[in-house]
C-alpha cells in the first residue's frame, strides 16, 4: 500500500508518524520522570508548550532532508541524519523553554529521556515501513525458483554484495543462506540476518545440508595464489554441481561499488592477480601530459595498451605508430572512442623504412618514444631467424638514432625476460636491442632505458586464446612439457609499470618487473579447463608434446643478484655490465647487411658471436 501511494500523501504519513513520535516521546519522558500527581501537574503547565516542542522538531527534521528521503530505503545513514536533526532539536528546545518559560525548571534528564525516545520511535517508523515494503517486495509475484546461496566472504564487500541482493531479491531471484569465512572469530556471528556458517572446508557438507546451488566468492583482496588455493579447494569439494561466481579483483571494481551485476564467472585473470599496485600518477603524468607521446607497434596488445593508459595522461599529440593496417586501424577506432578529444595521430609505417621513419620524426617532433614494435613469437621465429635478426635490430637501431637527432627526451624499449641466457632468436635479438640502446645512450642527450617482463595476459602469442581454442574443440591441451613455468602478468599492471619506469627512470639502465612466482604451464592448462566448469584428465586430457625448438623450461628475468629494488614496488632495477664498445654497433649494421645471405647454421653462428650467452638449439 505504502508503494502506491503518491507523494503528498506519503509526505503526510511521515509528518503524521514524525508528530505521534515526538509528542510520544515529551509526554514519556515526563512520565518516567514524575509521579502521576506531579505528571498530571507538569503537563497542565506545559500544554502549550507541547505545541513548540512539535513545530521546532519538524521543522528539525525538514532542515536536515528527513522527508526528501525514501523511507524504504532507509540505513544507517538515514539514522544517523535522524540523531542529528534531534540533537539539533533538543538544544533549541531547552533555550525556548528557558526563554518561554523562564521560572519552571526542567529536570536534565528529561531532554536525554526525550531524545533517545524521538530517535528511537522515529528509526523504529522508518524501518518499519522498510521492512514491509521489502517483505512486501520479497513475497512478490515472482514464481521461478529461487537460487539458494553461500556468501564466501563475510568483510564488508560480502556485507554490501547481501545488502544488494536483500533489496533487490525479486530482480535478482536469490535467497542468501548464509556466510563462509575462514576467520574463526566471525563463526556463528550473524550479519544483516545471516550467519557465518563455517570456512572452505565445510563448503561439501553445507551444500548438502542447505541445498545450496551457488557460491559467490567476495574476496577481491586476495592474490593470485591465494585465489587459486581457494578456488581449487571449493572445486575439489563441489565440482561442477553448482555455480561458482566471483566479485571481480579490486583494480577491477568501478568505484567500489559491490552489486549482484558484478558478479561474473571465474577468469583466469582472477587466478593469477597479485597484490594491487597503485600507480603515482604526479610523475607520470610530468612525463606525458603536453607532450607528444610517439609509440612504434601501437596496435599490438600490449601497444594498443600503452596507448590506452598514455592517452589518460593528456599527451599533446599521440602518434601510433604500426606496420599491420588492420592494428593501426583498431587502435584508431578504440581510442578514438574512448577519448574523444585526444589528438591522434594513427600512421601505417614500418619502423625499418629508414626514410619514412625519419620523415614521422621530422613531422611530429616527438618528446617520448615507445618503442613496443618486434617480431616475438620464440617458435616462429626460430622458423624464419632472418626476419627477427632484420626486424628486431632494425627498427631499433634505426629508432634509436633517431631519438638522438630530433632531441627526444625520454626512450622507452620494451623488452623481454627471453633476453637473459637466451635460448631462442628472438631472446637474443632482444638481449642485442639492449645494447644497441646502451651504446647510444653513451653519446646521447636522450633518456634511453628499457623494461624487461615476462608473458602478459591478453597479449598476441598467448598460450592462453590457443588453450581456449582447444577447450572448446574438447580438448586434449597441448603442453610442451610437465614442468615448463612461465611468468604472467595482466597486461594492464605490466603496462602501468612500464610508464612508472619511464617517468622515475634513470638513463642508461635496465628495469625489470617483478612477475611474482613462475606458473606451471600444466596447473594453468588445469585451472583453466576447472574454470570452464570441466574437469582435468577426465573431461579434457592434457598431453605433453616435448620443447619446441628455442624453449626454455625455466625463463628468467635477470642474473642473481644484478637486481636492486627501486622506490616504486615491483619495479627493479639493473646494473648493466656492458662489455662491447661502439664497434658493436657497425659489426651489427654488417650482420643486417649480410643476413640474407647466410645460411641458418652461419647466421646462429654470427648471434652467438654477439650473445655469447646464446645457447644454440637448447633448452634451459
Not at 226 to 253: C, K, W, Y
Not at 507 to 513: A, K, P, R, T, W
Not at 536 to 563: M, Q, V
Not at 566 to 588: G, H
Request: glycine share 6%; proline share 4%; charged share 20%.
Amino acid at each position: 500500500m505504502y508503494r502506491k501511494m503518491n507523494y503528498n500523501t506519503r509526505l503526510i504519513l511521515k509528518i503524521f508518524l514524525d508528530s505521534f513520535a515526538i509528542i510520544f516521546a515529551f509526554v514519556f519522558g515526563y512520565f518516567l520522570r514524575f509521579p502521576w500527581d506531579a505528571f498530571l501537574k507538569e503537563m497542565h503547565t506545559l500544554g502549550y508548550f507541547l505545541i513548540v516542542v512539535l513545530v521546532v522538531r519538524l521543522v528539525c527534521f525538514s532542515s536536515f532532508r528527513l522527508y526528501s528521503t525514501m523511507w524504504r530505503y532507509s540505513e544507517l545513514p538515514s539514522i544517523m541524519a535522524l540523531m542529528k536533526a534531534t540533537a539539533v532539536g533538543s538544544i533549541l528546545l531547552v533555550i525556548s523553554h528557558y526563554f518561554l518559560l523562564p521560572k519552571h525548571n526542567i529536570p536534565r534528564s528529561i531532554p536525554f529521556i526525550d531524545f533517545l525516545c524521538v530517535v528511537f520511535l522515529a528509526g523504529s517508523f522508518r524501518f518499519s515501513i522498510r521492512y514491509f515494503t521489502t517483505r512486501k517486495r520479497d513475497t512478490g509475484s515472482s514464481t521461478a525458483p529461487r537460487r539458494r546461496v553461500l556468501i564466501y566472504g563475510a568483510g564488508d564487500t560480502g556485507e554490501q554484495l547481501l545488502r544488494n541482493i536483500q533489496q533487490s531479491k525479486i530482480m535478482s531471484g536469490i535467497d542468501v543462506v548464509g556466510f563462509i569465512d575462514d576467520d574463526s572469530n566471525k563463526r556463528s556471528q550473524y550479519i544483516h540476518g545471516k550467519r557465518v556458517l563455517g570456512g572452505r572446508n565445510d563448503v561439501s557438507a553445507l551444500v548438502k545440508q542447505k541445498k545450496i546451488t551457488g557460491i559467490y566468492f567476495c574476496v577481491p583482496s586476495l592474490s593470485g595464489s591465494e585465489t587459486r588455493e581457494l578456488f581449487r579447494s571449493i572445486n575439489e569439494q563441489v565440482g561442477s554441481e553448482i555455480e561458482i561466481l566471483t566479485i571481480p579483483g579490486l583494480s577491477d571494481l568501478v568505484q567500489g561499488r559491490i552489486s549482484i551485476n558484478v558478479l561474473r564467472k571465474f577468469e583466469l585473470s582472477d587466478l593469477l592477480r597479485r597484490s594491487q599496485v597503485h600507480l603515482e600518477r604526479e610523475p607520470v603524468e610530468q612525463l606525458i601530459k603536453d607532450q607528444v607521446v610517439l609509440i612504434v607497434g601501437g596496435g599490438g596488445s600490449i601497444g594498443l595498451e600503452l596507448c590506452r593508459q598514455v592517452a589518460g595522461f593528456l599527451p599533446k599529440e599521440l602518434v601510433v605508430v604500426d606496420a599491420s593496417e588492420f592494428n593501426t586501424y583498431t587502435a584508431e577506432q578504440v581510442l578514438r572512442k574512448s577519448f574523444p578529444k585526444l589528438n591522434l595521430t594513427p600512421l601505417v609505417a614500418d619502423a625499418c623504412n629508414n626514410e619514412l621513419l625519419r620523415n614521422i620524426f621530422e613531422r611530429t617532433k616527438p618528446a617520448i618514444v615507445f618503442h613496443a614494435a618486434a617480431y616475438k613469437h620464440v617458435p616462429l621465429m626460430e622458423e624464419n631467424p632472418w626476419a627477427a635478426i632484420y626486424n628486431n635490430l632494425t627498427s631499433t637501431l634505426q629508432l634509436t638514432r633517431f631519438a638522438s637527432e630530433f632531441g627526444v627526451k625520454r626512450f622507452i624499449l620494451i623488452s623481454s625476460d627471453k633476453a637473459v641466457k637466451p635460448t631462442s632468436v628472438m631472446g637474443a635479438t632482444k638481449r642485442m636491442c639492449e645494447l644497441i640502446m646502451l651504446l647510444e645512450q653513451q653519446h646521447s642527450n636522450t633518456d634511453f632505458m628499457a623494461v624487461r617482463f615476462g608473458n602478459v595476459l591478453g597479449s598476441s602469442g598467448s598460450v592462453i586464446p590457443l588453450f581456449q581454442q582447444q577447450i572448446t574443440n574438447g580438448g586434449p591441451i597441448t603442453v610442451t612439457h610437465p614442468e615448463i613455468t612461465r611468468f604472467f602478468m595482466l597486461i594492464s599492471e605490466a603496462v602501468e609499470l612500464v610508464l612508472q619506469a619511464g617517468a622515475v627512470g634513470a638513463s642508461g639502465q635496465i628495469y625489470v618487473l617483478d612477475m611474482g612466482k613462475p606458473i606451471r604451464i600444466a596447473e594453468l592448462a588445469e585451472y583453466m579447463i576447472e574454470i570452464c566448469g570441466l574437469r582435468p584428465h577426465r573431461d579434457i586430457k592434457i598431453e605433453y608434446t616435448g620443447l619446441r625448438p628455442g624453449e626454455k623450461l625455466y625463463e628468467s628475468l635477470y642474473f642473481e643478484g644484478e637486481e636492486t629494488p627501486t622506490r616504486v614496488p615491483n619495479l627493479f632495477v639493473l646494473q648493466p655490465k656492458l662489455s662491447v664498445d661502439q664497434k658493436y654497433i657497425a659489426e651489427i649494421e654488417q650482420l643486417i647487411v649480410r643476413n640474407p645471405r647466410l645460411s641458418r647454421d652461419e647466421l646462429m653462428a654470427e648471434i652467438k658471436r654477439f650473445v655469447p650467452e646464446f645457447i644454440t638449439n637448447g633448452n634451459g
